[in-house]
């Protein structure tokens, strides 16, 4: 357990939902990550947040894709519309930004049916 | 462009073996290398890593040796256990350091007893 949560776990759901999944990152660690995975690959980096600023967001998926960090501790991931492409691990990472290692979660593994 | 490779999809070793997971890597301005272990269903879990400026770093158990000539990176794993099976993937941070990693597509390391 690195200390990094996410929830849910799993999720399914039908073509053209939303969905919202959360990260609760490090207490002390202020950048936390988006990455997703699909199946045999290696994680792809999606967005990332310092403090409550998200600071690289041009490689959200698409516009369905938003992610939020409000108070600068948990963050959100939706995927609006969801399509079956969408079906994969979204994984969440922390890390101290005057360190480097970052410390990844359980992930939440999404399936569109 | 920036990617991060792996040299063999499958390595399967004797448990006692000593593992060599290799990793090259095409931006020459990358300055920060990590390896992560990922097992079955979970998140990546951080094993070691190594700034440009070293070409060794050692962890328990593991080495972690940097070539910036030739732009490899290795991950030696001494006397390797059932545990040690899993996912392996070499992830860069390419020009910028702590932001997003990019990683390869992964080893998959057999150990039998």
Same mark, same amino acid.
């Given at each position: 357990?690195? $200390?990094?949560?996410?929830?849910?776990?799993?999720? *399914?759901?039908?073509?053209?939902?939303? #969905?919202?999944?959360?990260?609760?990152?490090?207490?002390?660690?202020?950048?936390?990550?988006?990455?997703?995975?699909?199946?045999?690959? @290696?994680? !792809?980096?999606?967005?990332?947040?310092?403090? !409550?600023?998200?600071? !690289? /967001?041009?490689?959200?998926?698409?516009?369905?894709?938003?992610?939020?960090?409000?108070?600068?501790?948990?963050?959100?991931?939706? *995927?609006?519309?969801?399509?079956?492409?969408?079906?994969?691990?979204?994984?969440?990472?922390?890390?101290?930004?005057? +360190?480097?290692?970052?410390?990844?979660?359980? @992930?939440?593994?999404?399936?569109?049916? | $462009? !920036?990617?991060?490779?792996?040299?063999?999809?499958?390595?399967?070793?004797?448990?006692?073996?000593?593992? *060599?997971?290799?990793?090259?890597?095409?931006?020459?301005?990358?300055?920060?290398?990590?390896?992560?272990?990922?097992?079955?269903?979970?998140?990546?879990?951080?094993?070691?890593? *190594? +700034?440009?400026?070293?070409? /060794? +770093?050692? @962890?328990?158990?593991?080495?972690?040796?940097?070539?910036?000539? #030739?732009?490899?990176?290795?991950?030696?794993?001494?006397?390797?256990?059932? @545990?040690?099976?899993?996912?392996?993937?070499?992830?860069?941070? $390419?020009?910028?350091?702590?932001?997003?990693?990019?990683? $390869?597509?992964?080893?998959?390391?057999?150990?039998?007893?």
């Amino acid at each position: 357990d690195t $200390g990094v949560s996410q929830d849910p776990r799993h999720k *399914i759901t039908k073509r053209g939902q939303n #969905v919202t999944f959360r990260c609760d990152p490090i207490s002390e660690h202020n950048r936390l990550y988006w990455y997703r995975q699909t199946l045999g690959q @290696g994680p !792809e980096f999606l967005t990332y947040f310092q403090n !409550e600023a998200q600071l !690289e /967001k041009s490689r959200l998926l698409s516009d369905r894709f938003s992610a939020e960090r409000p108070k600068g501790s948990f963050s959100t991931l939706e *995927i609006q519309r969801t399509e079956q492409g969408d079906s994969a691990m979204y994984l969440c990472a922390s890390s101290l930004a005057v +360190r480097d290692e970052q410390y990844f979660g359980p @992930g939440t593994r999404l399936t569109v049916t | $462009g !920036e990617s991060v490779g792996l040299h063999l999809p499958t390595l399967s070793v004797q448990e006692g073996d000593n593992s *060599i997971i290799n990793c090259a890597y095409s931006n020459s301005a990358s300055d920060y290398f990590i390896w992560y272990k990922q097992e079955s269903g979970k998140g990546p879990q951080f094993i070691i890593d *190594i +700034r440009s400026n070293m070409d /060794k +770093r050692q @962890g328990q158990r593991v080495t972690v040796l940097l070539n910036k000539t #030739v732009k490899h990176l290795s991950l030696q794993i001494a006397a390797t256990q059932p @545990g040690d099976s899993a996912v392996y993937f070499c992830a860069e941070t $390419g020009n910028q350091a702590g932001t997003a990693l990019i990683f $390869g597509k992964g080893t998959t390391l057999s150990v039998s007893s």
